[in-house]
């Protein structure tokens, strides 16, 4: 999962929590407000009436005071309007048959569904009446007793959620939306990293980015730009290496296809001709064994010189250097078309523009074409093969060298292979600043190999 979805995810959940926590706050303060209204109804109520005793004892001072109240006037509109919706006063002691002094509790709230109006007050318990003297100093006027109605309070409770759920919804998909947009625009730096990572990965060491205002950021920027130039340098170390070893390498070929050819070939050459003078000595002498003796030794001479001048080709100088990349690519391939009649067909394809390549880069495509079309020769069965050797101008300018084989293969196998001769490419053309890939083709291999002619 993306990180702005992952920390959006986790802020909906922080929103979700507190909305739960709102809504639970509001339940139990919407529940308990009753009990506020309840003793706040009481205390007006007793008030009232407290001014109503002293002016009852004042006027009828011939009364005795327990017959003070209640009194008619105390059920009035205007001690109506001191009881709170939902709470029901009474004057004890009560007269007969009197009942309590409601307030008005129609439309406190909708009514709430049974679920909540079972829950609620299971898990925030009942409400208690509130008691309250009329008068603190005679203690024969009486009490106030209010008394608050649960389904009222359940009632206000459920009005409250739905008024905080709504509110709260609103907030949530507003925080939501906006902390989207804030994570969002503050993550964006992120994917120019990561295109730079990419970019890295590809060989593209050297990428440059921009400034973040984000202190992490910047440093993550910092580091990666570090990172790039460090392997960038390690690249170049590696590269020139590589040329020097392939260097050094190409001089000890040289130095052995010399040592071959003084000492080897000179050696059978002598053993050639000593082993023609017997034969001609022996045809004399009508010695026919030692004459078929001395014919077999010259055909393994002849057989010995053959792979002594194959591993000279190999050994010496590229032909590159001699006769330029095309000619020299015409050449190994008319030389193993004429070996045998029977090896497999081998197509060429020349497209482009070859005049001007010459030094390390035609050396390297022509290694290259010959250790696939030996390997293609040698290892496999193939019936046929292609070489094709493009060369793609404009800012591009590199050397395309693909050889495909119709006998069978195993890519991934040959890709992991420790081969010499595998080995011995791949060096070369990474030394060169290029790549390398094999790849399954149509019955067999494909092994395509890039060489910048810029650098």
């Not at 050396?363 to 290892?379: G, I």
């Not at 196998?413 to 490419?425: C, E, H, K, N």
């Amino acid at each position: 999962m993306r990180l702005v979805l992952q920390l959006v995810a986790r802020l909906l959940l922080i929103v979700v929590l507190c909305l739960g926590a709102a809504t639970v706050w509001a339940t139990f303060d919407a529940y308990r407000s009753i009990d506020r209204a309840t003793a706040a109804s009481a205390q007006r109520v007793a008030q009232a009436l407290q001014a109503l005793y002293w002016r009852e004892l004042l006027l009828r001072s011939s009364r005795a005071r327990e017959h003070l109240l209640p009194v008619p006037d105390w059920r009035t509109l205007q001690t109506m309007k001191l009881i709170s919706p939902g709470v029901c006063v009474e004057f004890q002691p009560a007269a007969a048959f009197e009942k309590p002094l409601c307030g008005q509790s129609e439309g406190l709230g909708k009514a709430p569904p049974r679920w909540f109006a079972a829950i609620v007050p299971t898990f925030l318990g009942s409400h208690a009446e509130v008691i309250r003297p009329v008068s603190p100093r005679a203690a024969s006027a009486g009490t106030v007793v209010a008394t608050p109605d649960g389904a009222a309070a359940v009632s206000l409770a459920w009005e409250y959620v739905l008024n905080v759920i709504d509110v709260a919804l609103l907030m949530a998909a507003a925080i939501a939306l906006l902390a989207s947009l804030a994570i969002a625009h503050a993550l964006a730096p992120a994917r120019t990293i990561v295109t730079a990572l990419q970019r890295m990965a590809r060989g593209q060491y050297r990428t440059k980015l921009p400034r973040f205002r984000s202190m992490e950021l910047a440093m993550i920027g910092s580091a990666v730009g570090e990172l790039g130039n460090r392997l960038e340098e390690a690249t170049e170390q590696r590269a020139a290496l590589t040329r020097r070893l392939i260097e050094i390498r190409d001089d000890e070929r040289r130095a052995l296809a010399r040592e071959l050819h003084d000492e080897f070939g000179q050696n059978l050459s002598a053993i050639l001709a000593f082993a023609n003078t017997i034969e001609t000595t022996s045809t004399k002498d009508n010695s026919t064994g030692i004459a078929q003796d001395a014919r077999m030794i010259s055909q393994a001479t002849h057989h010995l010189m053959a792979s002594l001048r194959d591993a000279l080709k190999r050994l010496r100088n590229p032909l590159p250097e001699e006769l330029g990349l095309e000619a020299s690519l015409v050449n190994l391939v008319d030389s193993w078309r004429s070996q045998s009649a029977a090896r497999p067909t081998i197509q060429l394809d020349l497209r482009g523009d070859f005049t001007d390549i010459s030094g390390p880069a035609a050396n390297t495509a022509y290694r290259v074409a010959q250790e696939c079309l030996t390997n293609a020769l040698r290892h496999g069965v193939a019936r046929e093969i292609s070489l094709r050797v493009e060369r793609r101008a404009g800012e591009d300018d590199a050397l395309l060298i693909r050889v495909e084989d119709d006998g069978g293969g195993d890519a991934a196998r040959v890709a992991q292979s420790a081969g010499f001769g595998l080995t011995g490419i791949r060096e070369r053309v990474t030394a060169a600043g290029g790549s390398l890939s094999i790849l399954p083709a149509r019955g067999g291999l494909s092994v395509a190999a890039t060489i910048p002619l810029a650098a």
